[in-house]
């Protein structure tokens, strides 16, 4: 069986320390991919109800910065060789292309 983890994606809940951490304890325990979120936006108001919290709403302030998808994968990389690394989602458009 394969398994993938999530890494932190905000300054919040990690730095580049605990993503390199991340990484080599996830290879080390022979995890098989290592997948990084983005978001530009996150609103201050919706509709829907968000599933995974009590309250329905996001567990992280609207403001919150996210890490560079491709920064976080680059800071693993560095310390990784084998584990699959990838971004759960990359908004390509968003990004200046130089």
Aim: charged share 15%; glycine share 8%; with cysteine.
């Amino acid at each position: 069986m394969k398994v993938g983890l999530f890494a932190p994606g905000t300054p919040r809940m990690a730095g580049g320390a605990l993503l390199r951490a991340v990484a080599v304890s996830a290879e080390r325990l022979g995890i098989s991919t290592l997948w990084v979120p983005e978001h530009v936006v996150l609103l201050d108001k919706y509709t829907s109800k968000y599933p995974y919290s009590d309250n329905g709403q996001l567990p992280a302030p609207t403001n919150a910065p996210i890490f560079d998808p491709f920064i976080s994968l680059a800071t693993m990389a560095a310390v990784t060789s084998k584990i699959r690394l990838a971004t759960g989602i990359c908004l390509v458009p968003e990004h200046n292309p130089l």
